[in-house]
């Protein structure tokens, strides 16, 4: 089983929709939670992080976690063409060294 | 600032040549990361440093070798090139290793082995 598995997608959505991802991890153990962005050819940028239970919002973008679950979620609301990248879900288990996901690719449709 | 710097951006080898990637920080990092990055498969790690003159195996270590040159600098290498090692390599560094660091990318080199 891998450390870090998101929907694979790809997920298109309408301009001013919600953009729903989701990650699951496999590390009981796992404190921090990233969320990058990734347009194509070029290289992850963050956009969310969270440590705790709950929700975090910055901006548009809401992140969730819910750790007896070992699920975290990001929520892009008025989803604009911009916003058409990969987004990639971190994790930092036990182990210290972040585990990605493989990735999932947001179209934001005009 | 320059952030993390990694060179070269591009490289095309033939298979059983060596090479190395540089990469660099200006940030006062202590922690630098190698990851690599193929198609479906997100970011894996090859190698790590969790500050100057240690260095540690990540996910997929074989066939890559590093150096932590200083505190500025650490580079990947690949003493004999194969065609599975065709990907994008991506340098990173963290301000320590601590579980709550982000980490800050460069803007990766895009390798081709023949």
């Known amino acids: 089983q891998k450390e870090v598995e998101q929907n694979s997608g790809p997920l298109s959505v309408p301009e001013g929709a919600i953009a729903s991802l989701n990650c699951t991890y496999s590390d009981r153990g796992s404190q921090s939670f990233f969320w990058y962005r990734q347009y194509s050819g070029k290289s992850p940028e963050l956009i969310m992080f969270i440590y705790s239970n709950g929700d975090k919002e910055d901006g548009r973008f809401t992140a969730q976690l819910n750790k007896a679950s070992q699920y975290v979620s990001l929520l892009i609301r008025d989803s604009q063409p911009s916003d058409s990248a990969t987004y990639l879900c971190?994790?930092?288990?036990?182990?210290?060294?972040?585990?990605f996901g493989a990735g999932t690719t947001v179209t934001v449709r005009a | 600032n320059a952030g993390v710097t990694q060179t070269p951006k591009f490289q095309v080898l033939k298979t059983g040549q060596s090479m190395t990637l540089q990469c660099a920080q200006d940030?006062?990092?202590?922690?630098m990361y190698w990851y690599r990055q193929d198609p479906g498969m997100g970011l894996r790690l090859i190698y790590y440093?969790?500050?100057?003159?240690?260095?540690d195996k990540g996910e997929v270590p074989n066939g890559y070798n590093v150096s932590r040159l200083n505190k500025r600098e650490f580079s990947l290498r690949l003493e004999s090139a194969a065609p599975s090692q065709t990907s994008v390599y991506f340098c990173?560094?963290?301000?320590?290793?601590?579980?709550?660091?982000?980490?800050?990318f460069g803007d990766g080199t895009r390798l081709s082995i023949l």
């Open positions: 990173a560094s963290t301000r320590d290793g601590g579980h709550n660091q982000p980490q800050h």
């Open positions: 971190a994790v930092i288990p036990n182990d210290y060294k972040l585990s």
């Open positions: 440093s969790a500050s100057e003159g240690t260095t």
């Open positions: 940030m006062n990092h202590n922690s």
